[in-house]
Structures are given as C-alpha cells and as structure tokens.
C-alpha cells in the first residue's frame, strides 16, 4: 500500500509557531490512514523542539537532517483509533423519553441538623477560609450548609473538596447564592437508607418497551429526579450552560448524579450531545418534561455505544500557569510555554491574577453581563490600567511606546507569532484561561469587561492552588 507523503514548509516561521502549524495539521490527519508527513523549518530551534513534540504526541520522527540552510524531518503518523471513537461520540443514541415523578424539581433542601455558615458578601478567598475553619470543628458525621454569592464559589468548593476528605450532600447552582451541603465522614456518616425509609425500586429508567440496544446506554438503574446535585439552565445561552455544566461536572463530583432542568428542547440536545464528548454517562433524558440525568466522569462497559474512553486523570500530564504580570515580554512567554505545553498532550491552564488580569480586558463587552456601580477607586484603575493584548507595555526601555514599537518591528522581521495570535491558538490547542475574580474585584474589572471567549472561565484562588497541586508542572509568570 502506497503511503501518502505531505510536504510542509515552515521555513521563515520562528518558535513555537513551527510546531503549533505542525500540531494542527497533525489533527486534521487523525483520519485513520498511515501518512507521511515531510517538513522543512529553519528555525534553529526546530531540531529539539520537533524531537520533544514526536516524543509526547505518538508520532514516529523517521528522520531529521540539516540541509543547505535549512532543516528537512520526516514524520510517521499512524492510525489513530480514537477517530473512530470521536465519530461514534458525535451522535449519541437518546433513550425512550420516560415522564419523571412531579416532584422531580423540588429543591434539595438541607436536614435541620446541618450548622448553617452564611458567607453572603464574602469574595474569594474568604468563603473557602471560612469553610475550612468550620468544617475543622464538626464532628464526624455532622452536615454543614453554607451559603454564598461569590462567583467564583461554586468551582472553589469543587477544588477544596478533592483536598479536605469532606463528602458532597447536595449543591443547588440555579443562581445566586448558592447554597452547598457538605458532611464530614466518621463513624457516625451513615452509609445505608435507614430503616424506616422505603425501599427504592430496583428497576431502570426506561420502559419496559425499550428496545434492547437503547437499554445498553444505561449503565446503572436510577431513580429520576433523585440527584443531590441539580442545575438549571433556564435563561441562559448555550455559552453560559456549558461554563455551568463544565463548572458542575469536575473531578470532584465523579460519580455523583446530576440532574439538568431545562425547557428548552434544543439547548437540552445540545447536552446530550456534550456529555458524551466529554466522558459524561447519560442515564436519563425527557425533552418533553426538560429533565436530564448524567453521572460525572462515570463510563462502563453498558455505556461505551454513547461516549469514548477517555484516559484516567493519572495517565494525563498536566500544567499550570499563574500569569500575575501584564507587561509584554512576560505575557509572551506565558502564551508561547502554554502553546507548547498543549500541543505536547498536557492539559494545560493558565490563571490570570492582578496585573495579569488586564491581557483579557476587552473594548467588545459582554453585553449579558451586568454593569455594576464603580467606586471612584475603581474608576481610577480602570483608566491608567491598559486594556487588551495591543496596549500592554514592556518591562523595560518601553520609552512611552517607542521601545514595543520596535520589540513589535523586530519580532514581525523574524516573523514570531503576536501576542494576539499566540492568543487564538490557545484557544484551539485547548488551553484553559481562569480569572481570579478576586482580583477583578480589587481594581475594578467586571465580568462584562472580559473577551468572550470559549475557554476563559471564572475561579478563585483555591482553583488554582488545587490544580497546581495536581499538576507535574506549575511555573508563575
């Protein structure tokens, strides 16, 4: 069999540009064919970085030799089986619509003997500090509910959980506040029904009349409506329900159930189709009653016809970037290393605090989002801080704008990716961007100044401490 040979000629390009056109064209080649790709770069760091690169992504470097002024590597890439799995993802079956009991909706409400911790007004990170210090004097097996409006609350307590051993009860993220219930394991945790509690039915979901291939979608019999975890996305755009499903459905919850209420139609089939993109197991769907039911991160053998196997956390590299600087040079490198690190098949995020926090300001508003009064100290910021990749200023010898002028002239000359470029290509390399919303709050900057952009979400700092501790590279900028 004839293998195809696809020549790319990178010469010209600099660092990481090179290896990113590589990495993407490498994607639209996972097509399940044995290809061979010719490359020619005359970047001097093209040799080490093509070898580190093949290294971490599963394609084969046949060779690479230096040319008259120029390099020439050759590269094998073999069938990919995960475009298989993709296709098979992209089309999720839909079980039998079944009408879920009337009380389905009701809110999960906490038991009386939960202590009660109001963190109303609190921005982070006071609300996780202040769990923390209750949570330290409960008692075994006693529950703990707390209350908060902070945006960037329901990822932090994501990210306190995976540490402080504490279990789940419920979480109730249908706007703010929002409220959490949380209990410390011990022997007074109980770990079955009691007693006096009927029996749940042992029986599926689905009609006794649900063709059988339909029925392999299930993993697991669930009783609808029962979820302590519930989300609803009325009134939102597909964009913000998919930032709430991502925010909902992290490592902390795997395993839970989660039930999405929505009446649209539409929006609902657009979740189908996301969890099993990402890994998620359905075990309910009614369009007709706006009921969802997924299980987080849950995948068995009953449910491979509707989601692809994804790797363990542990089998994953990971990296994390703390951006606190805005001046150029820094953001330059932050984006090139973040680039880097993605298309080398590390999960890779950046968290923007302070001064950082200026690169994702935005003359485009986010027209959704809600202008809030600003103080007078505010206003201030907002006016000497610059905004956006174009303003922001060098370290040193910046000379009002006349040293960028030339850092931008010199860099165009050698032809290295801007900082706006480097930017896009994040977001197709899949690099996460997480804003300190405490920060914003210090100096003014809400989240209608922020790009709108598909990968940049809302956190606090506990979300970064737990995802740097997690990673096998963490590096500040």
């Given at each position: 069999?004839?293998?195809?040979?696809?020549?790319?000629?990178?010469?010209g390009?600099?660092?990481?540009?090179?290896?990113?056109?590589?990495?993407?064209q490498?994607?639209?080649?996972?097509?399940?064919?044995?290809?061979?790709?010719?490359i020619?770069a005359d970047?001097?760091?093209?040799?080490?970085?093509?070898?580190?690169?093949?290294?971490?992504s599963?394609?084969t470097?046949?060779?690479?030799e230096?040319?008259d002024g120029?390099?020439?590597?050759?590269l094998q890439?073999?069938?990919?089986?995960?475009a298989?799995?993709?296709?098979?993802?992209?089309?999720?079956?839909?079980?039998t619509?079944?009408?879920?009991?009337?009380?389905?909706?009701t809110?999960?409400?906490?038991?009386?003997?939960?202590?009660?911790l109001?963190?109303v007004?609190m921005?982070?990170?006071?609300?996780?500090?202040?769990?923390?210090?209750a949570?330290?004097?409960?008692?075994?097996?006693?529950?703990?509910?707390?209350?908060?409006d902070?945006?960037?609350?329901?990822?932090?307590?994501?990210?306190?959980?995976k540490?402080?051993?504490a279990?789940l009860?419920?979480?109730?993220?249908?706007?703010?506040?929002?409220?959490?219930?949380?209990?410390?394991p011990?022997?007074?945790?109980?770990?079955?029904?009691?007693?006096?509690?009927?029996?749940t039915?042992?029986?599926?979901?689905?009609?006794?009349?649900?063709?059988?291939?339909?029925?392999?979608v299930?993993?697991?019999?669930q009783?609808?409506?029962?979820?302590?975890?519930?989300l609803?996305?009325a009134?939102?755009?597909?964009?913000?329900?998919?930032?709430r499903?991502?925010?909902?459905?992290?490592?902390?919850?795997?395993g839970?159930?989660?039930?999405?209420?929505?009446a649209d139609?539409?929006?609902?089939?657009?979740?189908?189709?996301?969890?099993?993109?990402n890994g998620?197991?359905?075990?309910?769907?009614?369009?007709?009653?706006?009921?969802?039911?997924?299980?987080?991160?849950?995948?068995?053998?009953?449910?491979?016809?509707?989601?692809p196997?994804t790797?363990?956390?542990?089998?994953?590299k990971?990296a994390?970037?703390?951006?606190?600087h805005?001046?150029?040079?820094?953001?330059?490198a932050a984006?090139?290393v973040?680039?880097?690190?993605?298309?080398?098949?590390?999960?890779?995020?950046?968290?923007?605090?302070?001064?950082?926090?200026?690169?994702?300001?935005?003359?485009?508003?986010?027209?959704?989002?809600?202008?809030?009064?600003?103080?007078?100290?505010?206003?201030?910021?907002?006016?000497?801080?610059?905004s956006?990749?174009?303003?922001?200023?060098?370290?040193?010898?910046?000379?009002?704008?006349?040293g960028?002028?030339?850092?931008?002239?010199?860099?165009k000359?050698?032809?290295?990716?801007?900082l706006e470029?480097?930017?896009?290509?994040a977001?197709?390399?899949?690099?996460?961007?997480?804003?300190?919303?405490?920060?914003?709050?210090?100096m003014?900057?809400?989240?209608?100044?922020i790009?709108?952009?598909?990968?940049?979400e809302?956190?606090?700092?506990a979300?970064?401490?737990?995802?740097?501790?997690?990673?096998d590279v963490?590096?500040?900028?």
């Amino acid at each position: 069999m004839t293998i195809e040979t696809i020549q790319l000629d990178w010469r010209g390009l600099r660092c990481p540009e090179p290896i990113l056109k590589t990495a993407r064209q490498v994607r639209k080649l996972r097509d399940g064919q044995d290809h061979r790709i010719q490359i020619y770069a005359d970047d001097d760091a093209f040799p080490m970085d093509i070898k580190s690169w093949c290294s971490s992504s599963g394609v084969t470097l046949m060779a690479i030799e230096e040319r008259d002024g120029y390099y020439e590597a050759i590269l094998q890439l073999q069938p990919d089986a995960s475009a298989e799995k993709k296709a098979a993802a992209s089309a999720p079956a839909i079980p039998t619509p079944q009408a879920p009991p009337a009380a389905m909706v009701t809110p999960v409400l906490p038991k009386a003997s939960a202590q009660q911790l109001d963190c109303v007004g609190m921005a982070c990170p006071e609300p996780i500090l202040k769990l923390a210090r209750a949570y330290r004097k409960l008692d075994d097996g006693q529950e703990l509910q707390i209350t908060a409006d902070d945006d960037a609350f329901p990822v932090d307590i994501q990210s306190w959980l995976k540490s402080s051993g504490a279990t789940l009860v419920s979480m109730q993220d249908t706007g703010s506040p929002f409220v959490a219930t949380i209990k410390k394991p011990g022997a007074a945790q109980p770990v079955t029904a009691p007693a006096s509690a009927p029996p749940t039915p042992a029986q599926p979901v689905v009609a006794q009349a649900t063709p059988a291939p339909v029925q392999q979608v299930i993993a697991a019999p669930q009783q609808v409506g029962t979820s302590t975890l519930k989300l609803s996305l009325a009134g939102l755009s597909w964009e913000d329900s998919e930032a709430r499903l991502t925010s909902m459905t992290g490592p902390a919850w795997t395993g839970e159930t989660l039930d999405v209420l929505c009446a649209d139609a539409a929006k609902l089939q657009k979740v189908v189709s996301w969890l099993g993109a990402n890994g998620h197991e359905l075990v309910h769907f009614d369009a007709a009653q706006g009921l969802l039911t997924l299980r987080v991160g849950a995948q068995t053998s009953t449910s491979t016809a509707l989601v692809p196997t994804t790797k363990k956390d542990t089998d994953v590299k990971r990296a994390t970037y703390l951006v606190i600087h805005n001046d150029f040079e820094s953001l330059m490198a932050a984006l090139m290393v973040a680039n880097t690190s993605a298309v080398q098949n590390i999960e890779t995020s950046i968290f923007f605090s302070f001064w950082g926090v200026n690169l994702l300001r935005s003359d485009n508003i986010r027209t959704n989002e809600p202008q809030k009064p600003l103080s007078f100290i505010h206003r201030m910021f907002r006016m000497m801080m610059p905004s956006g990749p174009s303003k922001q200023p060098l370290s040193k010898m910046h000379f009002g704008g006349m040293g960028k002028q030339m850092m931008l002239a010199s860099m165009k000359q050698q032809n290295v990716m801007s900082l706006e470029r480097l930017m896009e290509a994040a977001i197709e390399n899949g690099v996460k961007f997480t804003v300190c919303t405490m920060s914003m709050g210090i100096m003014g900057i809400q989240k209608r100044d922020i790009m709108d952009r598909p990968n940049i979400e809302f956190a606090g700092v506990a979300s970064f401490v737990a995802d740097s501790a997690s990673s096998d590279v963490s590096m500040v900028f």
